[in-house]
């Protein structure tokens, strides 16, 4: 289980632009957060906050209630996705996914059946075989996604994960995430700023402008409507 607590965090970069003000927010344990705001209003500033890759100037990250400020990238159990997918082109699919199982010291034969199992799971069991070269962008996405679960993580963080792809291709996409999401109960926060991806994927939206949370509620909550 993981829940996220952000208290009154702040991020102020070194030429003093102040990214993220004040930020107070809540993911409960298997929840559906959207950070939903413009571009520059500082939204992957929170995500790189909450993955660990950058350092809050002030207010405190708690991770199940721990302190998590000063816990590196990799003690943190979190998964991340970002729109430019960052697939590893000389690797098959296959390896790809199990590459973090790999990294870990997980054996070849549970590898392989935790590999196929995911796989299947995102409907791309049938090109473990290809390079990434060799797929569609939803394929694409997929095998990132699949990298990103493939050890179980309790918190999920995407960036924008579908901003590179066809309108088409991005509304199915949406509709798959959030069903995978919710099949493995992972506390998700996921950053975008496409409305209509927040209304149709979040459990709760929270609203972000200019570096600070305005709203958080459900869709029908902040825009009266699901
Ligand atoms: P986004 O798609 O999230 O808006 P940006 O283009 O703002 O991404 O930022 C891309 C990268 O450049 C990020 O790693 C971010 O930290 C960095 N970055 C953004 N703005 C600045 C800046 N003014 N000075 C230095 N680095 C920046
Ligand atoms: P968003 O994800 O909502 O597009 P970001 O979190 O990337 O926004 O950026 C928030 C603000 O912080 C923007 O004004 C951006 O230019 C600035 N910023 C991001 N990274 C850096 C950095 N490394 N140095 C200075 N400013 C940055």
Known sequence: MTT????????VFADGTIAVDSVNLDVNDGEFMVLLGPSGCGKSTVLRMVAG???PSSGAILLDGELANDLPPRDRRIAMVFQDFALYPHMTVGDNIAFPLRLSGVEPAPRGERVNDVASA?????VLARKPSQLSGGQRQ?????????????LFLMDEPL????????????????GLVRELGVSTIYVTH????????????????KGVLQDVGTPTQVYGRP
């Open 122 to 126: 995102l409907g791309i069991g049938d």
């Open 163 to 178: 901003s590179n792809l066809d309108s088409g291709l991005r509304a199915e996409l949406r509709a798959e995430i959030s």
């Open 194 to 209: 496409d409305q209509a991806e927040a209304l149709t994927m979040a459990d709760r939206v929270a609203i972000m402008r």
């Open 142 to 154: 997929r095998v990132a996604m699949g990298r990103a679960i493939v050890r179980r993580p309790g």
């Open 53 to 55: 890759l950058e350092e």
């Open 4 to 11: 996220v607590a952000l208290k009154d965090v702040t991020k």
